[in-house]
């Protein structure tokens, strides 16, 4: 199983960002898929996910209403679309996949693959 994340920027305040998530070693189209991040000196925390058929999404509190997770089954991708960005919207965004469509929809993340990708890096600051 492997991630790699890309698309990560340093940004104003208010600013977007889209990020990519480009996945291999499993069969994409059967797992609901997440967005995590990292703050520094924080624990990961869950940010988004979306469901196995890409019909529901549910997003933490924290970003609702400015973040939109979407998938590309052909590509084996998950985005994040990112909009009105804040300084504590820093940190690193990983994705992986969960175990659920449940998982998603009860905002209890539950993420599958022990083996993270890299990552990468948004930084909100004027």
């Known amino acids: 199983v492997q991630f790699v994340e890309s698309g990560g920027n340093l940004v104003q305040p208010g600013g977007s960002l889209r990020l990519s998530c480009v996945t291999s070693?499993?069969?994409?189209?059967?797992?609901?898929m997440s967005w995590y991040r990292q703050a520094p000196g924080k624990e990961r925390e869950w940010v988004a996910g979306i469901t196995t058929e890409g019909r529901r999404t549910n997003y933490a509190d924290s970003v609702k209403g400015r973040f939109r997770i979407s998938r590309d089954r052909p590509e084996k991708a998950v985005y994040l679309e990112m909009n009105s960005l804040k300084p504590e919207d820093t940190g690193v965004y990983y994705c992986?996949?969960?175990?659920?469509?449940?998982?998603?929809?009860?905002?209890?993340?539950?993420?599958?693959?022990?083996?993270w990708g890299q990552g990468t890096q948004v930084t909100v600051s004027s």
């Open positions: 992986n996949m969960e175990r659920s469509d449940r998982n998603v929809l009860v905002a209890r993340p539950d993420a599958l693959s022990q083996n």
């Open positions: 070693g499993f069969i994409f189209s059967n797992y609901a």
